[in-house]
């Protein structure tokens, strides 16, 4: 090489094994996840005419519909808390889980034009979606922190808990449960094109096997431990344990749900690393 001329920087290479995820790369590109993040947040709400003010709507109409359908008309238990703070609890955290599974789960077919025009490591466009997730979840959990603080000043018996501080690790949980499940059907999607028609219906399935709009009370006593094996379900509880004083509040059940992430998580990595290599043989 001249003297002149200007060493590599960035060596491309194939990946020598199941578990070379080259995660270090995915720091080194953290710039380009952050302008994904920004192309998703104005690409969502781009040609709308209320904007970002849907972030608040939607969980405030479904939370109404919610208290209508399940609280009134089926008069499900709600553990004495107000019909409007407990499903807000449940949605907002549920739908952060959810948006991370199904906005990861088409990474490989959504992207495949990108991928095939310049390289960067695949993985920063599912991590995006999963980060630009954050800002709808900040904007609408506010919304629910003063749902409760009206309630209380009304005098309802909401009584937060220092386990309320636990709330930035209940977070990280549902990231990791999102993006591990989204990244495993992302990867078998580009074999098995069908279940991008499943997830939708999915994902639905398994908010009524989680404690959204009914608390574990609720669930009879010999499937309660049945119905906490469900990664979300010990996350969902202990948010209204903390923040409502009412839940199933477990650290055995939370430390389950923490490993069971993980194993999603490291499998999802390794899958996604496998399929990236052949996907554009595919499309």
């Not at 960035?10 to 080194?28: C, I, K, Q, Y």
Request: with cysteine; charged share 15%; glycine share 8%.
């Amino acid at each position: 090489m001249d003297k002149g001329a200007r060493a590599w920087t960035e060596t491309v290479r194939a990946d020598s094994g199941w578990f070379d995820l080259r995660l270090r790369e995915l720091w080194a590109y953290r710039d380009l996840v952050l302008l994904f993040v920004r192309r998703d947040f104005v690409s969502l709400y781009k040609q709308t005419i209320l904007g970002p003010l849907w972030l608040v709507l939607q969980p405030v109409l479904t939370t109404l519909a919610f208290t209508v359908v399940f609280g009134n008309f089926a008069g499900l238990s709600t553990d004495g808390l107000p019909h409007m703070a407990f499903y807000l609890c449940g949605l907002v955290a549920w739908r952060y889980f959810a948006d991370c599974l199904t906005r990861t789960a088409d990474t490989f077919v959504s992207s495949a034009g990108l991928f095939g025009k310049v390289y960067f490591p695949r993985l920063a466009v599912p991590v995006s979606r999963v980060v630009s997730g954050l800002f709808t979840l900040g904007i609408q959990f506010a919304l629910f922190l003063a749902v409760c603080a009206w309630f209380m000043a009304s005098g309802a018996p909401i009584r937060p808990r220092p386990e309320a501080l636990l709330a930035p690790l209940l977070v990280l949980l549902m990231a990791v449960q999102g993006l591990g499940l989204g990244i495993i059907v992302s990867s078998m999607t580009t074999k098995y094109r069908d279940l991008r028609f499943l997830i939708s219906f999915g994902v639905q399935l398994l908010m009524y096997l989680t404690p959204v709009i009914y608390p574990v009370s609720l669930v009879p006593a010999q499937y309660r431990e049945l119905a906490m094996l469900n990664p979300v379900a010990p996350v969902i509880e202990a948010l209204r344990y903390g923040f409502l004083g009412q839940g199933a509040f477990s650290p055995a059940h939370l430390g389950l749900s923490a490993a069971v992430s993980l194993a999603l998580l490291l499998l999802g990595l390794v899958l996604f690393n496998r399929v990236e290599k052949t996907f554009m043989d595919t499309v």
